[in-house]
Structure formats: structure tokens, C-alpha cells
């Protein structure tokens, strides 16, 4: 077994696991197993992804007295309120320090990559909705930039976030769907642009990754690698966020499509363990 806190760290954000990872393992082929792994190998905790099953993964989460680091959930602009499950779901997570993690969707009424201030004044509306609940359960909300979904740029999130005006409202800097919506001269910033948002980040999320511009077919290929592999800087980016800005928000790793088994989770911790030692 690896423990990330044998060790002389200089990082003390808290590393957690995406649920993506280990999918589809013969062996690990239940959240709990897969929840049960990722804390013996020394994690913080473990992502929820989406509200299915919520209340049996919250279970087994408790059950083996590990942490709930993230929930990642969908927040629907051609719905007028918040999700009832959603809603119910953050009052159970009251207390866990889980950050709720919102995609932000429109398919009706907008054509892709188009914004709209009035589109955006809906999306404020249930985010101010959204931060409020949060609060009364002492959680923060961080948006989610998705590509390909109403909320997909690093500064629209931002902006968003500033006019709701919420102090538990802020957003999550995602490496692989930055990497998907910028070009190279944008990336050449990065320290600028993370500096900027800085005010409004409440997690991050990294993995390895190629810093092209990605040919293939799935992008992905390119944009999410298992950690530790690439050509992107990911180290870097950690220690900006970490050390040199001195932000301690919690930093997911993200598994999207990722093949492996234990091994992987075993791979991923190791570089997490090297990561906290500059």
C-alpha cells in the first residue's frame, strides 16, 4: 500500500480521484471496492459522479470513513429550478466539505459555443439558487467548465461566478477541457490566466496530458493521459497553484477513459507523492 503522508511534503492541498477510474474492472466493479482502493492508497477522497445511485455511494463513502471530495452534477438552464435530487443531496452532504461541481448545460434556444446575456442571467439566477442551499449545508459550489456545453471557457466560468456574487460561488480549473478550448498562444499564459482566476477557484483538476493541438478523432487521447505522462507541464501547474499563489483548494485527478486497474491507482499515487515533494 502507498500513503501520500509518510513523506516530507511541501504541498498540503488535499488529492482526490475522479469515479471515472478503474470503470469497467472485473475486480473493482463496485463503488465501494473502487472508494475502498483509492483511500488505502493514500487519497483524500473520492469524486461522485452524477446523482445516480447518490444516496448508496454516500453510504459506502461513510461506511468506510472516507471523504466525498466532489460532486459532479448537471445544472440544466431549460429547467426553472434546481434538480430535486440535487437538492436533496446537498442536504446530506451537510458538513462533509464535498464541493458541488455544476455543468452547465442549454440545449434549447442556443446554437453550440454561442453566449447570451440573457442566457447567462438564467444560469446567475440558479447559481445564486444553487450557492444558497450549499451555504446552509457549509458547502462550496465551483462551475464547471465542460467543452462543448453552454459553460465550456475558463472565462466565461469566471464571469459568471463574479456576477452572482456569492462567496461559496466560484469555479474549478479543468486541465484537459482548457486544454481543449484554447489554442497554443492562449496557453502560452497559463500563470497569468490561473493568477486571474485565482479570486474564484475552489478545485482543480489535472492529469497527463500532450500540449498540442490535438488531430485524433477523440480528443481525449491527447488531453487525458494517466498522470505523469505528456508533454504538459502538469508539475508546473501544481506548483503555481500550490506554492507560488499558495492556493489550498483541492486538486482532483481526473480518469475520464483512462484503462487500467489497481495498477493505475498505484501509478497515479506515486506521482501525486513525487508532485507534493518539490
Not at 442549454?106 to 445564486?128: E, M, P, V
Not at 488531453?223 to 507560488?244: C, T
Not at 481526473?254 to 486497474?261: D, I, R, S
Request: charged share 20%; glycine share 6%; with cysteine.
Amino acid at each position: 500500500m502507498l500513503c501520500l503522508f509518510t513523506y516530507s511534503q511541501h504541498i498540503k492541498n488535499e488529492f482526490f480521484v475522479f469515479e471515472s477510474v478503474l470503470s469497467n474492472d472485473s475486480v473493482y466493479n463496485t463503488f465501494e471496492k473502487k472508494a475502498k482502493l483509492i483511500k488505502e492508497s493514500g487519497f483524500n477522497g473520492i469524486e461522485v459522479f452524477e446523482l445516480h445511485h447518490f444516496n448508496e455511494k454516500f453510504k459506502a463513502i461513510l461506511n468506510l470513513g472516507f471523504k466525498p471530495s466532489s460532486l459532479y452534477t448537471k445544472l440544466d438552464l431549460d429547467e426553472p429550478e434546481l434538480d430535486p435530487g440535487l437538492v436533496d443531496a446537498i442536504r446530506l452532504l451537510k458538513g462533509s466539505g464535498t464541493i458541488i461541481c455544476p455543468y452547465i448545460i442549454k440545449k434549447n434556444g442556443i446554437s453550440l459555443h454561442s453566449r447570451d446575456k440573457g442566457i447567462d442571467k438564467i444560469a446567475i439566477r440558479l447559481l445564486r439558487k444553487l450557492a444558497d442551499l450549499a451555504n446552509e449545508s457549509g458547502l462550496q459550489v465551483a462551475i464547471y467548465p465542460h467543452l462543448n456545453f453552454y459553460v465550456e471557457r475558463v472565462n466565461h466560468a469566471a464571469s459568471i461566478a463574479k456576477k452572482a456574487n456569492k462567496h461559496n460561488l466560484g469555479m474549478t480549473f479543468n486541465l484537459c477541457h482548457w486544454l481543449a478550448t484554447t489554442n497554443l498562444e492562449e496557453r502560452a499564459t497559463l500563470n497569468m490566466q490561473i493568477k486571474t482566476l485565482a479570486p474564484y477557484l475552489k478545485m482543480i483538476s489535472i492529469n497527463g496530458a500532450n500540449n498540442i493541438i490535438s488531430s485524433k478523432s477523440n480528443i481525449w487521447g491527447d488531453y487525458i493521459l494517466p498522470l505523469g505522462e505528456g508533454s504538459f507541464d502538469v508539475k508546473g501547474l501544481v506548483k503555481y497553484v500550490a506554492i507560488d499563489l499558495g492556493l489550498n483548494i483541492p486538486i482532483g485527478i481526473q480518469c475520464y477513459n483512462l484503462k487500467g486497474n489497481k495498477q493505475l491507482v498505484e501509478r497515479i499515487s506515486a506521482q501525486v507523492i513525487e508532485m507534493k515533494s518539490f
